[in-house]
Each structure stands twice: as C-alpha cells, then as structure tokens.
C-alpha cells in the first residue's frame, strides 16, 4: 500500500496563509503594547513615575520583543503617544 495523504490542509482552508499569521500575531503584539502604554501614561498622571522613565522603558520593551520590527517605529511611537494622549485629555476633563 502506498503512502498517500487523503486530506490536504489547503483543500479545506485549515491553515490559514503564513503572512496572514504574521500580521495577526503582530497585531495582538501591537494590541498588548498599548494597554501596556495605557498602563504606564496611568502611573505617569497619578505621579508614580516620570514621563521620560516611562517612555524609555516601553521603547526598550518594543525593541526587545521585536516588536518594532515587526510594525515598525512609527506604529510603536504612535501607539506610545497615543496612550499617553489619551490619558493627558482624560486628566484635564
């Protein structure tokens, strides 16, 4: 008896293509370095912790974990300022 492979991933849509994985995987990254960044720009307001340790930090985290090259620069310091943003406009309200 031959050896055959009766079922094939790609016939039925079980796998799903690598780039698409890719930019999932990146995305949930992105998504847990923003609350991250919320969590921080948080300690920041109520004094806890200095702007510039803050910012530092969350970049070497992006830089270690990939994530900037995964995104890019631009999408990390976005997210960062945005978090920071966010909770800048929700203290003057």
């Known amino acids: 008896m031959r050896n055959v492979t009766h079922f094939k991933a790609k016939d039925y849509g079980a796998e799903p293509a690598a780039d698409q994985n ?6 949930r990254k992105l998504t847990l370095f923003a609350q ?5 720009a948080e300690r920041v307001a109520v ?3 200095r ?7 969350l ?3 992006a830089e270690l974990s ?7 620069e631009d999408a990390v310091q976005r997210t960062m ?3 920071f943003t966010a909770c800048a406009a929700h203290d003057l309200s």
């Open 66 to 72: 990939g994530l900037c090259e995964m995104v890019g």
């Open 36 to 40: 991250s960044c919320r969590l921080f």
């Open 59 to 61: 970049q070497s985290a």
């Open 22 to 27: 890719v930019a999932d995987f990146a995305n």
């Open 51 to 57: 702007l510039i340790d803050a910012a530092d930090m």
């Open 47 to 49: 004094g806890q912790l």
């Open 81 to 83: 300022a945005d978090a």
